[in-house]
Every structure is written in C-alpha cells, then in structure tokens.
C-alpha cells in the first residue's frame, strides 16, 4: 500500500487540529480574545497594548477594548514603562493568573476525559508518542 502523500496528510492533520481546537475552546467560560490576551501575557509577561495587538494580529483600538475589559475585572493591571514615558506595560495580575489557570485546567480535564473516553491504550501510546511530530512541524 502506498504512503499517502505528505499534502493529503497535512489537509487532514489541518482539518483534525481544527476541530479539536474549536472544540477545546469551547470548554472555556471567558471570551476567546480575552483569554488569548492573558495567554499572551502569562507567557510573555508585560507588553504594551501595541506589542499585544501585533502579536495577537489585531488592530491597536480592539486590543485597547480588550485591556480596558480586562482591567475593569480585575485581570490584568497597568504600570508605567521603565524605559519611555510615553508608553505604559500591562501584565496579568494575581487574579488573571488563577483564572487564566482554571480555564487551562478546565481545557486539560475535558481533553484528558475524552482521551479516556475514546483512546484504547495502544491508542494512547501513539498519540502520546505523535506530540513531539507535532511540536516538530509546529517549530518548522
């Protein structure tokens, strides 16, 4: 049997990662953009509003609304930038990080449940031993 060709794999691997993406997300109890935003911060720690926007590939005057969201909840906080005046940092603050964890939590617990669910053990191996092709490809 031939092997099928690395453009009909990649189609399909596109598709499943979609899918399971959306339906990860779905677990969440925030709004995607807001939780994107914290995850930003979490890994990046403090940005400016620009730097975010640019990163989330979003236009400066939406990630304003977003931060300014973020701040009324109490999420994430301002401080004044170290080096220029002009500008001011945001970074996530004590109760941003608890809740940035529970969503991600609450993420791992429905995954890890439906790979219970679903995965025969033999099953599980392979796709345990299939993360590091996907980090792979993901760093190309």
Do not use: C, Y
Not at 65 to 86: E, F, N, W
């Amino acid at each position: 049997m031939p092997l099928p060709e690395s453009a009909s794999i990649a189609a399909e691997l596109r598709t499943a990662m979609g899918k399971l993406t959306r339906r990860v997300k779905f677990e969440d109890q925030m709004p995607l953009g807001q939780v994107a935003v914290l995850g930003e911060l979490d890994r990046n720690g403090a940005l400016t509003t620009s730097e975010l926007a640019a990163n989330q590939r979003v236009r400066p005057q939406s990630m304003a609304r977003a931060v300014g969201l973020l701040m009324d909840q109490g999420l994430i906080t301002r401080r004044a930038h170290p080096t220029d005046g002009r500008k001011s940092l945001v970074e996530l603050s004590d109760a941003g990080r608890t809740l940035l964890e529970e969503e991600r939590d609450r993420r791992a617990d429905w995954l890890a449940r439906a790979i219970d669910a679903e995965l025969s053990e033999e099953e599980r191996e392979l796709l345990a031993r299939a993360i590091g092709l996907v980090g792979r490809l993901a760093a190309h």
